[in-house]
């Protein structure tokens, strides 16, 4: 990647950054570019450079954050560790993550609500990808013994929703830190998979 496109990407994640903590405050449907523009002291033809629309701008937003996601677990599972360490790795990555990029995550917990087409297929293709490294962990450790034999995809489903619902009731102000609570909800969460 060229400088000028290194440049470009960090323009990119930028103005997304802005628009979250926008639609964090106003709703998706209430903000507008020009919100984001103005909050970036930019003028709304630059953003427009950038993103051809709102929608553009969401859809762009969501595949960031589930490339990411999927760059963090798939740099985890390169690692050489015990396969239970690997998963608990996963586990506080993906909350720590998800507490981070809260607006975003909220925003794409229902993607047929903002996407359809080709855009729709994007996002769940990414979110499948994503399940099926979890659900490569989770056979790893059946295989190797150290989990329980259960059934992958209702044991991924549960997990996946447990972490991802946090974004609902999680608060600063609460007595952990992220990583804390992170560590706390993984633990709960290997008890599923282990004797």
């Not at 449907?29 to 553009?56: C, I, N, P, R, W």
């Not at 991924?156 to 952990?176: C, P, Q, T």
């Amino acid at each position: 990647m060229s400088l000028r496109e290194k440049k470009a990407e960090k323009k990119k994640k930028e103005i997304i950054q802005s628009a979250l903590s926008i639609i964090a405050e106003k709703g998706y449907h209430a903000t507008t570019m020009e919100d984001v523009a103005a909050k970036l002291l930019m003028t709304k033809g630059s953003v427009y450079y950038y993103f051809k629309d709102k929608q553009d701008l969401l859809f762009k937003s969501q595949k960031m954050l589930l490339e990411q996601s999927i760059q963090n677990i798939e740099e985890i599972m390169s690692k050489e560790l015990p396969i239970i360490e690997k998963l608990q790795k996963v586990m506080v990555v993906h909350i720590e993550f998800l507490i981070t990029e809260r607006t975003g995550f909220a925003m794409g917990a229902r993607p047929d609500q903002f996407f359809a087409g080709d855009q729709l297929q994007e996002i769940i293709s990414l979110r499948q990808k994503y399940s099926h490294c979890i659900d490569k962990l989770i056979a790893q450790g059946i295989e190797s013994g150290y989990f329980n034999k259960v059934d992958t995809k209702i044991v991924r489903n549960i997990i996946l929703g447990a972490m991802n619902y946090v974004i609902e009731w999680y608060s600063s102000d609460g007595s952990k830190d992220k990583n804390e609570l992170a560590k706390s909800i993984s633990d709960y969460l290997l008890r599923i998979l282990i004797n």
